[in-house]
């Protein structure tokens, strides 16, 4: 196992960023900025033995700080919070007291705001042992933050050892009630970006969404995904009937099914050409696949343009709208409690 470091870039406030290159031993590796916990490689074997990079990224700071990027704005590879996904009018109430997050999607605080954790630049250290080697990410979201209660911190271990496994383990503790949820927006394409992700197969472990009005505000209902376009309990080509769904494509959270242990399958991806399989593994009750709808051929990597359907997301997390939802597994995070979840994304053959 090792760990290198080197300098990403600049932030637009002046601050150095760094990029840290996580190795096992066979030469797969990650590496991830402490600019957002951004991870802008994901770099693992295909069936012939060769390495391909299997995320969506880039190779310096400037391009994530760009215009076009922040005209799109597409989270690449990010740690998002306070709030991934939706808040319906950037609103929710706690003990009778409204609190108003900045609305950057029409009606709609979408991945914790203006500046949400995407944006940051983390405390970062590094750990290695004969296992696994880990980057660790602190960062304190004061108190009123994009119109968050409580002064938050957050903690986020990234961890890749040698079955080609890459870990995600979130913590965070308050000193004030506040609604918390967190996530990672890789972007996925399993053929390392040669075409795009519709011959992907793809499972997931779900029998119930969480049902949307035109916005992808929750209802509060749970519907069950049986003989619909959103079906995967078997695999099937993500591309088989991607056409039919309203909205431009797959952005929809599944209610994961749970069996009582507290990390479990979520899905799994496959791709045939490069012989790539990923399976994803959370405690998270949700996860939400997203299609790279809104990717538009604008932004590119060399030779490697990033267009609409060129990647998929798999992002666990709690629902959207959970604050505004009594319904839904709650979100809220006490003080004296400490948050705690993690996700891991194993990569292997078919």
Not at 112 to 131: C, M, N, P, Q, V
Not at 162 to 184: F, G, M, V
Not at 299 to 304: K, N, P
Not at 327 to 336: A, V
Request: proline letters at 4%; one cysteine or more; charged letters at 25%.
């Amino acid at each position: 196992m090792d760990i290198q470091k080197q300098v990403f870039g600049t932030t637009d406030q002046g601050h150095q960023a760094e990029i840290y290159t996580l190795s096992n031993d066979s030469g797969a590796f990650v590496k991830i900025s402490n600019y957002g916990g951004i991870i802008t490689d994901i770099v693992v074997p295909d069936k012939k033995g060769l390495p391909g990079n299997v995320v969506a990224g880039f190779d310096r700071l400037d391009d994530y700080q760009s215009e076009d990027y922040l005209k799109v704005m597409p989270y690449f590879g990010a740690i998002i919070g306070r709030y991934a996904n939706r808040i319906n009018n950037g609103q929710f109430e706690i003990d009778g007291e409204i609190f108003t997050i900045p609305c950057n999607l029409g009606d709609v605080a979408l991945h914790g705001g203006i500046e949400g954790f995407d944006k940051k630049l983390w405390d970062a250290s590094t750990r290695i042992s004969e296992k696994e080697a880990s980057l660790v990410l602190k960062y304190l979201s004061p108190n009123g933050e994009e119109g968050f209660p409580g002064n938050l911190q957050t903690e986020v271990t990234y961890s890749w050892n040698n079955a080609d496994e890459l870990s995600i383990s979130y913590r965070a503790q308050t000193d004030r009630k506040t609604h918390l949820n967190l996530t990672n927006h890789s972007y996925f394409n399993l053929n390392g970006f040669r075409r795009d992700i519709l011959d992907h197969r793809l499972t997931i472990q779900a029998e119930q969404i969480t049902e949307t009005d035109e916005a992808l505000i929750p209802t509060g209902k749970l519907i069950p995904v049986e003989g619909t376009l959103l079906d995967f309990k078997s695999s099937r080509r993500i591309g088989e009937r991607i056409e039919e769904v309203k909205g431009n494509g797959y952005d929809h959270n599944y209610v994961l099914a749970k069996n009582g242990d507290p990390l479990q399958l979520a899905a799994i991806a496959d791709d045939e050409e490069s012989g790539r399989r990923m399976e994803v593994y959370t405690t998270e009750p949700g996860m939400q696949l997203y299609t790279a709808n809104w990717l538009d051929g604008t932004l590119s990597r060399g030779s490697i343009i990033f267009k609409k359907r060129f990647a998929f997301c798999l992002e666990t997390q709690h629902f959207p709208d959970s604050p505004n939802q009594p319904g839904f597994p709650s979100t809220l995070l006490l003080p004296g409690t400490t948050f705690s979840s993690k996700t891991v994304y194993k990569f292997s053959l078919l």
